[in-house]
């Protein structure tokens, strides 16, 4: 059953697309949606209501978690990639936005540049969530500053240390860290670095580079990471393979944390390139906690867009 919306038609494109205020209301019902999923009681607010998933990249995690949620939440999914639809064949996004956002209530996209993916929600008549774009991944940084609160408490006033590639993990850091006042210390390899001209108007409480990422993992609460070589990239993995090698998130990195620091992953990981075996699979690693709140945060994502703030 599509239905009007409850107030103007909103979209989660990029984290800033939120405010702090909204944010925060996410957090504390993905938090009450998930002490009700670990009881077993149901929440079916989304009875009846459909999902459009569109993938052109691959995915693991984004499909299960927004397909479970989905169907906990009462409602259905429909699961579309480039190679089994028209966008294969060149359908344009425009016309694609227009038909599948007049049979169903949501659509999630992972796709490549965010304008696409902007293409497609300024096309269409239902809320849009970006499932992952080469620019920004905000469904993962509101799971992983779920996690860091679930076990952390605040994350406002926090250091959080990004090493490694400068990728949509880390632009999506720098967003999230300016909405909830934290610090994100970057360091990545030379001639990876972040694009000046994204990160012109980043105030410095919220944002140092460092070279040495040794240095930018002094003092933090979180330390976190990715591949070396992004969905999309993949004919510059042996190149990255060498500039990335020193950017491995290691024990010794760990140490120069804080004495409670944890460590996050958005996953899939590459024991031994980004990350040490004995990090990712030590007791400082919530990565598996980190991987199921996706769940929770993106069902209170897609109950706020498509029936707005619930009491
Ligand atoms: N972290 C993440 O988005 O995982 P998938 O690529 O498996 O969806």
Known sequence: ?????????????????????????LLERAKLIKDRFKRYEPHRTLHDRTL?????????????????????MGGSVIHLTTTDSQLGRSEPIEDTARVVSRMVDLVMIRTFEQTRIERFASHSRVPVINGLTNEFHPCQI??????????????????????????????????????????????????????????RQIPARHLQVFDDPFEACKGADLVT????????????????RKAFANWCVTM?????????????????????EEV????????????????????????????????????
Request: proline share 5%.
């Open 1 to 25: 059953m599509t239905t009007s919306l409850p107030g103007p038609l909103r979209h989660f494109l990029q984290f800033r697309d939120f405010n702090r205020k909204e944010i925060l209301y």
């Open 52 to 72: 459009a998933m569109v993938f052109e990249k691959a995915s693991t995690r984004t499909r299960v978690s927004f397909e479970a949620g989905m169907y906990q």
């Open 142 to 199: 509101l799971a992983d500053i779920f996690t860091y609160i679930e076990h952390r408490g605040t994350i406002e006033g926090r250091t959080v240390a990004w090493i490694g590639d400068a990728n949509n993990m880390a632009y999506t850091w720098l967003q999230a860290a300016e909405l909830l006042d934290f610090k994100v210390h970057v360091s990545t390899p030379p001639g990876y670095q972040l694009d000046a001209a994204r990160i």
């Open 225 to 240: 990471t990715d591949v070396w070589t992004s969905m999309g990239y993949e004919d510059e993995n042996e190149i990255r």
């Open 252 to 272: 010794e990195m760990m140490d120069l944390a804080a004495p409670n620091a944890l460590f996050m992953h958005c996953l899939p990981a590459h024991r031994g």
């Open 276 to 311: 040490a075996a004995d990090v990712i699979d030590g007791p400082q690693s919530v990565v598996w906690d980190e991987a199921e709140n996706r769940l929770h945060v993106q069902k209170a994502l897609m109950e706020f867009l498509v029936l707005g703030p619930q009491t």
